[in-house]
């Protein structure tokens, strides 16, 4: 089935620094990608979807400037936390759409703390 | 929000009980799925139903769908302690997923 991994799987960083997280389809192209947040004992949260070379469109109340995404290739989103702050500690899973329009195959997630 | 409601939030059963968990869900769909998530970790795929289906079976789940009421419901049927995970009601709701809050499914051995 297809694969999507996650680099890192977790992250530690100071406060003010930037981390770039990335997500990649395996063995399929995913012309759209979605990033997710998910804090502790809540659901996940749909943060942006992220069009191949185009810019993402990102959801009501996330910051762009913060999180900003790349998806410069069909295999390749990334996300980027800048200047992040400890109240940016989540788990965050990437997700890429498949062949079929319900399709969407879910990375393993990335556990960033920040200190 | 397009956020449906699951309930129960937390559920607690002995080892071989059956647990089962409800979503409700806002807009009309085409079809639901259910993903467990263990803890700290990514989203497993557990089962796809459309609308066009009531019930669908996978091994020792059981899923069953109410558009009228638009409502799911997931059934475990005898639990193991490895069925001990978070368990998400899935709908694509204006082009995009959206996941129910969730329901934490602890089995004790």
């Known amino acids: 089935g297809a694969v999507v991994s996650q680099h890192p799987s977790w992250v530690i960083c100071k406060s003010g620094t930037s981390v770039k997280i990335e997500c990649r389809s395996l063995?399929?192209?995913?012309?759209?990608m979605f990033w997710y947040r998910q804090f502790p004992k809540q659901s996940l949260m749909l943060m942006a979807t992220s069009n191949e070379g185009s810019k993402a469109t990102y959801e009501q109340g996330v910051e762009k400037d913060k999180f900003l995404i790349n998806h410069a290739s069909l295999t390749l989103s990334t996300l980027t936390v800048t200047s992040a702050h400890p109240e940016d500690s989540s788990f965050y899973i990437c997700s890429a759409r498949g062949q079929g329009p319900d399709t969407q195959y879910f990375g393993p997630g990335t556990r960033l703390t920040v200190l | 929000s397009q956020q449906g409601e699951e309930d129960p939030q937390a559920l607690s059963i002995q080892e071989g009980e059956n647990a089962t968990m409800n979503c409700s869900y806002k807009t009309s769909i085409n079809n639901l799925q259910w993903y467990r998530q263990n803890s700290g970790r990514g989203l497993v795929h557990l089962i796809l139903?459309?609308?066009?289906?009531r019930e669908k079976h996978s091994g020792r789940l059981r899923v069953t769908l109410d558009t009228s009421k638009k409502s799911s419901s997931l059934l475990i049927t005898a639990s193991r302690a490895a069925d001990t995970a978070s368990y998400f009601c899935?709908?694509?709701?204006?082009?995009?997923?959206?996941f129910g809050q969730g329901t934490r499914l602890t089995i004790n051995p």
């Open positions: 063995d399929f192209q995913a012309t759209t």
């Open positions: 139903i459309r609308s066009n289906e």
């Open positions: 899935v709908w694509k709701g204006a082009q995009k997923l959206v």
